[in-house]
Nanobody, 114 residues
Framework: QVQLVESGGGLAPPGGSLNLSCTAS????????MGWHRQAPGKQRELVAD???????MYGDPVKGRFTISTDNAKNTVFLHMNDLKPEDTAVYYC????????WGQGTQVTVSS
């Protein structure tokens, strides 16, 4: 059973920065897609960003130009660098891994508030 371990998140002021990381216990050496979705109270879960083994990345419209996803393939880890945070970025951020099956992390809280 693949496990995802998330770290980072917490509280930041508007305009501040936070980083998330997510490490998979194992990944398919041929193909994987890994990233984050987020869910705010009363809202649907939405794409934040994801990246493939080949380095192709995709961002949700609300975070384009502010968030950057990267990967350390040797460590089965992806990173999300979040800059210029806004109160509307407040949500639970869920890491996921898609390969032959889909796996989800338990989620980490990100709160943007002064």
């Amino acid at each position: 059973q693949v496990q995802l371990v998330e770290s980072g998140g917490g509280l930041a002021p508007p305009g501040g920065s936070l980083n998330l990381s997510c490490t998979a216990s194992e990944r398919n050496p041929n193909y994987w897609l890994m990233g984050w979705h987020r869910q705010a109270p009363g809202k649907q879960r939405e794409l934040v960003a994801d990246i493939t083994k080949l380095g192709t990345s995709m961002y949700g419209d609300p975070v384009k130009g502010r968030f950057t996803i990267s990967t350390d393939n040797a460590k089965n880890t992806v990173f999300l660098h979040m800059n210029d945070l806004k109160p509307e970025d407040t949500a639970v951020y869920y890491c996921y891994l898609h390969q032959s099956q889909e796996y989800w992390g338990q989620g980490t809280q990100v709160t943007v508030s002064s």
